[in-house]
């Protein structure tokens, strides 16, 4: 059975304090594997696409990274702004469907 | 650009009454989609749509039926509300997976049954 699992559910740092979350999958025929960003009372936003081990993106500061099981966000010297849950999706066929994770909430504490 | 745009954002409901969530997107996407988010659970698919005048089942369509009349509309209907239908409903809209695939998502309704 296709699966997402994100981990940890929820993560408090101090601003500055750098540190990863992750996203193990079980999916036959990944096409791609998407992160978003959600802020409360907000829909998803679009961070990064992946759609081969090895590959990595960056985007300020953050940082995504694949392997053929799992994905990392790095979060590096992390501010307040950058709390919001941090969701992740794989794609498989050819319709655009997502099977998503169910989320890890980031609060970054000045 | 309005993107993805939902209506209505909040909406109550007894037990038994029907209603309708529309979505509208202006970025000629041929792709769109209907979503529950509920605590714990994540996103869960509804229904989807390839293509104008094309809908089909996602992971949990019982109790809603879709329709996708015109590229840039996708329709959620409840038929008779339940309780267990209260959720965050979210609308999202993408190229065809081979063009990038993204998915851009809308606001969201806030949907309660009682």
């Known amino acids: 059975e296709d699966q997402v699992t994100q981990s940890p559910e929820a993560l408090r740092l101090q601003e500055g304090e750098s540190s990863s979350l992750n996203c193990s999958y079980t999916?036959?025929?990944?096409?791609?594997l998407f992160w978003y960003r959600q802020d409360p009372g907000k829909g998803p936003e679009f961070l990064f696409t992946?759609?081969?081990a090895g590959e990595e993106k960056e985007k300020e500061r953050l940082k995504a990274t694949l392997t053929k099981k799992e994905s990392f966000l790095h979060i590096t010297a992390p501010k307040p702004e950058d709390s919001a849950t941090y969701l992740c999706?794989?794609?498989?066929?050819?319709?655009?469907?997502?099977?998503f994770g169910q989320g890890t909430t980031l609060q970054v504490k000045p | 650009n309005a993107g993805v745009t939902q209506t209505p954002k909040f909406r109550v409901l007894k037990t038994g009454q029907s209603m309708t969530l529309l979505c509208a997107q202006d970025m000629n996407h041929e792709y769109m989609y209907w979503y529950r988010q509920d605590p714990g659970m994540g996103l869960r698919l509804i229904h989807y749509?390839?293509?104008?005048?094309?809908?089909a089942k996602g992971e949990v369509p019982d109790g809603y039926n879709v329709s996708r009349l015109k590229k840039q509309n996708f329709l959620l209907g409840l038929e008779s509300a339940a309780p267990s239908q209260t959720s965050v409903y979210f609308c999202?809209?993408?190229?065809?997976?081979?063009?990038?695939?993204?998915?851009?998502f809308g606001p969201g309704t806030r949907l309660t049954v009682l």
């Open positions: 749509s390839v293509g104008e005048g094309t809908t």
């Open positions: 999706a794989v794609q498989k066929g050819n319709t655009g469907k997502l099977i």
């Open positions: 992946l759609y081969s």
């Open positions: 999916v036959s025929g990944l096409r791609g």
């Open positions: 999202a809209s993408s190229l065809p997976s081979g063009r990038g695939g993204e998915q851009f």
